[in-house]
């Protein structure tokens, strides 16, 4: 186990001085505590530990705070952990292998929609790299369409299990977006898309993240990020006390927001502000829920409330990503 160190932070998208505190520490405490409660009513007994992965056993520590940037609307940890800190608990993290194979049957169906998104910006398929692609879901689903894709990772078992899972015809790396894009020309401009879906908000430093990704796209070429709504999470949280507070509880669990275990809650404003300046043009701002979380552990009425639940959310937010708990953004480098 890694002892987390902290430091007060500007905001790590546009600089600004650190803005209000959205969510001092004891109101973070207190929505974890929500948080197990929510999903012990909707686990049945029995559950393994390792499943409770991506729903209340994050590799994110709690936030000691998180403040809201006044300039570009960002919500971020302050005071952060260091970057060495969570780089380890990554890399450590450890997962059965039946669980991760269980995820990968869960996202791979998911993400066609995605896979399909991605190919209207760019106008055609080609060559797509896939930061953080986990147990390899949108790599499958990818590839289905005619992509040619590859997937880096730092979870050794993840790696396995995404391996085994697409086949020969994706390349599948240990590597992480540092060490990846420091290949240079191998790499540099090599790529036609390039989709971080699951762990740019974790990432300590988005800029010199954004940097490289439009280092390794050609002319032309796509970013695709999804990322939670910083701005989704500062109005629902607001009504968890209040009379809507068992609405705001499941709207904020259901999509992995309650007690907040990332980095960064983006805004469609602070992604401009963070891409923009690097040559991007941001095409296509896109609401949605979080991938599935249900399987076979979970209750019959909660798989139910959750389809429910995330399917009214897609109606309501559809184009309109003010109002949806993750935001996808597509942005297209300039020539
Ligand atoms: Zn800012």
Known sequence: MTTATYELTAC????????DTLADGDALRAEQERLWAFHDARLRPGVPVERLVDRVAFSQRLPLGLARCAQCTLVYRNPRERDIALREAYA?????????????DTQRDAYGAQAERLEEVLGRRGRVLEVGSYVGGFLAAAARRGWRA?????NAAALAVAREAVGDDVEVE??????????GDTVAGAFDAVAV????????????????????LGAGGVLALRVPNGAFYAAIRERLDGPLGPVAERLLAHNNLLAFPYRHGFTP??????????????????????VPIADEWTRPWAA???????????????DEAEWAPWLEVYARRRA
């Not at 240990?174 to 290949?183: P, Q, V």
């Not at 502000?273 to 979080?290: C, H, I, M, T, W």
Request: charged letters at 25%; glycine letters at 10%; one cysteine or more.
């Open 12 to 19: 790590p998208v546009c600089g600004h001085a650190p803005g």
């Open 92 to 104: 450590d993290e450890a997962v059965e292998a039946d669980a991760l194979r269980a995820l990968h």
């Open 150 to 154: 590859t997937g880096i990772d730092i």
């Open 174 to 183: 240990e590597a992480d977006l540092d060490g990846y894009a420091a290949r």
């Open 197 to 216: 879906w699951n762990c740019f908000e974790q990432l300590p430093d988005p800029r010199g993240a954004a940097h490289r990704t439009a280092a390794l």
């Open 269 to 290: 404003g602070s992604l401009r502000r963070l891409l923009e300046p690097l040559g991007f043009e941001v095409v296509r701002v896109y609401g949605d829920a979080l």
């Open 304 to 318: 139910w409330e959750e389809r429910l639940l995330k399917g009214a959310l897609r109606l309501l937010a559809g």
